[in-house]
């Protein structure tokens, strides 16, 4: 690897002097309320939310695993960025109700449309998923992604991989603790125009050294991924496909698409900091614009690196990618190598930057989505009495635990780090279900008992853990005998398994429901569809105007083409 030149190093050096300086203004600023610190007053403009949700979700999953999806399977993973379109569900549908109700979090949702277990059972999952798979995997992969763009192995005798892992965590837990939700709202503005032109740089000297667009199409074009007849440019491939069946691929991502984007904290959160109705979904109109962006900016430069390797082999040379100690090519070093590669001095700052930008922003939404979510459902619960100001540094100490959790967590991760990172998308797949339904038909069908929900959610937990269970349990066990458990737990494909699983839950909510007590009209007004006032209908639909439609018209139609072109 090139080491990076004294011009990129003066970059870097501008980046973190406007980091600071953003910081310093927020920190200035004073945070009396948790309303303040977890959701910067609720005062957002929709330029600032829709950065902040992109922000928050273009992370190192990205950078190495969707480069690296790219690089290895081509399109296949495309389908879960395109479902970005989601985010506009979250404008059009959901965000009335979270702004009616006005909630903090998520699960303070759930105990105002069913009871208080549902809020604690989503909190318990929320928390738990967060510090195991989203804090430990950014973290984990940005050491890796720093190991390999500044090219240094060791540093004063440690590990250079923990020195960036820990100082990526510490750096970024000292702003959001000190700036609480504004500091990440703000630095989103700055580090979201950074990322991007990062990555359209990487991709267009990629194509540029390749020979263009059409020869990357025809070296991915030829090398088949199934025996079906599909090849690495096939976004919908066929059902037989062991990985991602097309009809199982539309289904599972669109489930898990609805939770993250409608109903997982960490995204809504962005949302609710919103002044009111019309920033809040202009805000997800812009995000969902945004979102277009990362499979041309992060999946395609990982299908130029494969294409660029395979010329190389080709042509008889020894490849572009490194390999790994089995001699395959390393797919997830796609992206680091393109940096390191094929980008010129200061341009390769500009980018180590955006790598930068992308690790903190979705680490700082994170340990503020994770401190939020312990200080309103469960401190503020056993103690409602609580001033406002203590709230605040409850917020900063829980951020701190994530935080050194989070960290804890990295040494068991790196001894299993392929593994865990093939099981990220089984967690969200069986985490996904059971959410999904509870808020589906609790925001569209009146007659959702609390029991209904919760019981919803309870069967959610249940069958994902034993999915999961039996994962590492088939996995590691060498003699296991088939049977219809190992079938329905452990051969069926993760994507079919999302898709009946989600069902199932359906079934249950709809069941309890029918059997329980149903809600009164007065808990669930303005909660549910159906129960909005003329006066809330009328302010509704002052929220939004013609541009509106047609921008989120445009989105749709841009996802169409996307699929009619990789198809």
Known sequence: MQALQTLDWIVIGIFALLLIGIIVYVVKQKQQSSDDYFLGGRDAGWIAIGASIFASNIGSEHLIGLAGAGASSGMAMAHWEIQGWMILILGWVFVPFYSRSMVYTMPEFLER?????????????????????????????????????????????????????????????????????????????????????????????????????????????????????????????????????????????????????????????RVLSGRNVKEAR??????????????????????IAFAIHQKHVGAGGEGFLPYLENGVANADAAFPTLVAKLLPAGVKGLVVCGILAALMSSLASLFNSSAMLFTIDFYKRIKPETPEKKLVRIGQIATLVVVILGILWIPIMRSVGDVLYTYLQDVQSVLAPGIAAAFLLGVTWKRTSALGGMWGLISGLIIGLTRLGAKVYYSTSIDAGESLFKYLFYDLNWLFFCGWMFLVCIMVVIGVSLITEAPSAEKIKGLVFGTSSKEELAEERHSWNKWDVIHSCIILFITGMFYWYFW
Do not use: H
């Open 282 to 303: 202009r805000g997800t109109i812009f995000g969902a614009y945004l979102k277009l962006l990362p499979v041309f900016l992060f999946l395609i430069p990982g299908m």
């Open 113 to 269: 449309r069913y009871n208080p277990q549902s809020r604690t059972i989503l909190s318990v999952i929320s928390l738990i998923s967060y510090v195991l798979t989203k804090v430990a995997v950014t973290v984990y992969a940005g050491g890796l992604v720093f190991q390999q763009v500044f090219g240094i192995d060791e540093l004063w005798g440690i590990d250079f991989f923990w020195i960036a892992a820990i100082g990526l965590v510490l750096i970024t837990a000292l702003y959001t603790i000190f700036g609480g939700m504004k500091s990440v709202l703000y630095t989103s503005v700055l580090q979201t125009p950074i990322l991007l032109l990062g990555s359209l740089i990487i991709v267009v000297l990629g194509l540029k050294e390749l020979g263009g667009w059409n020869e990357m199409i025809k070296i991915a074009g030829a090398v088949p991924v199934n025996d079906y007849g599909d090849t690495m440019v096939n976004l919908i491939r066929s059902n037989k496909d062991q990985d991602f069946p097309w009809l199982g691929a539309l289904i599972g991502s669109s489930i898990i698409g609805f939770w993250y984007w409608c109903t997982d904290q960490y995204i809504v959160q």
